[in-house]
């Protein structure tokens, strides 16, 4: 039976890893911090020591780790997974990273004979936790065929978007118009209060039409009640905002809103909120 590895066992990685284990995949775990991997070693995944004992003993590896400085580190570190890898190896990234960071790990991994995929995710928690994340890859053909079966214990939806760097921006895309929507429902909610409206009415009317959807319903009701544990880390949304930004200035398209958006998660960030959950940037944006 054939040995997958995981690499990165935060919020996501940690149900992600733990899903395939659960269907029965063989897994091998690494992460920064050690102490997490003990809980897998109970699941019955092996427990590596180094990024490349995982990719030197797995056919195929997915990563799914902070941000591009992590994808960055965990690949090209010492002993990193890029030394592992050797010929026909896989290496899927499911972190959110830009374009640029994705294709840089992509032909580092292919100049060693590997494969590489990216596949960043949408979706949050639960769904991490459901198995029904959106998978966004792009980039070795093959390779997303061969994970496939995998994706289907994670995700409920696949897609295949092309050449590397394709994935990366979809999510960042993706991303920058969830972050937008998040910091003017905070800034509604916020007026409202101040008006001396009930947030609670303001919520049943978006719910009652067309601006109805999941994220305002479940955020909107955790933020009345003052609950910011994190599903998704403040920090990692505005990395999303920032290197969608950055992605809007390399193709000249201007991004007023996203920009603006940016400026309040940053706030946020400065505030203390950076691992609370992103509905946080309600207390900056009311503060
Ligand atoms: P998280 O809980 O903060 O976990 C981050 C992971 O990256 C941990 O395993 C952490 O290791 C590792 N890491 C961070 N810096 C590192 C470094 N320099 N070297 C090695 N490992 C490092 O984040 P998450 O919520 O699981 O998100 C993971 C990725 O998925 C991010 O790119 C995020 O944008 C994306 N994403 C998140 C969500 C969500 O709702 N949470 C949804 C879609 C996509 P330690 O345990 O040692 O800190």
Same mark, same amino acid.
């Given at each position: ?25 063989? #897994? ?45 580190? #965990? ?18 990234? !499911? ?13 580092? #991994? ?15 928690? /639960? ?15 093959? *390779? ?25 921006? !979809?999510?960042?895309?993706?991303? !920058? ?16 209060? /101040? ?49 969608? #930004?950055? *992605? ?40």
């Amino acid at each position: 039976m054939e040995q997958y590895g995981f690499l990165g066992l935060g919020i996501m990685g940690s149900a992600m890893a733990k899903n395939l284990l659960k269907a029965g995949f063989k #897994v091998t775990v690494w992460n920064r911090s050690q102490e997490k991997c003990a809980e897998f070693a109970a699941l019955g995944a092996t427990v590596a020591a180094t990024p490349a004992e995982v990719t030197s003993s797995c056919s195929v590896t997915i990563a799914m780790l902070a941000d591009p400085a992590a994808a960055h580190a #965990v690949c090209f570190g010492p002993e990193g997974a890029l030394e592992g890898i050797g010929a026909g190896r896989g290496y899927v990234d !499911m972190s959110t990273v830009d374009a640029a960071t994705a294709q840089e790990i992509g032909a580092a #991994v292919t100049g060693k004979g590997g494969r590489f995929l990216e596949a960043p995710v949408s979706g949050s928690k /639960k769904p991490a936790e459901d198995g029904t994340l959106i998978i966004l890859a792009a980039g070795d053909r093959g *390779l997303f065929d061969q994970a496939l079966p995998l994706f289907e214990k994670m995700g409920k939806k696949s897609l295949y978007l092309g050449e590397v760097g394709r994935g990366a921006q !979809m999510k960042l895309i993706v991303n !920058m118009v969830m972050g937008g929507m998040m910091t003017i429902f905070c800034e509604g909610l916020a007026l409202a209060d /101040k008006a001396g409206l009930e947030c609670s009415d303001l919520l049943d009317v978006i719910d009652a039409g067309a601006m109805a959807n999941p994220m305002f319903k479940l955020k909107g009701a955790q933020i009345g009640q003052e609950n910011f544990a994190t599903a998704f880390p403040l920090k990692h949304m505005q990395k999303d905002m920032r290197l969608a #930004v950055a *992605l809007g200035d390399q193709l000249g398209q201007p991004l007023f809103s996203a920009s603006a958006a940016n400026e309040s998660f940053k706030r946020a960030r400065s505030q203390g909120f950076s691992d609370q959950d992103f509905s946080a940037v309600f207390k900056a944006i009311a503060s």
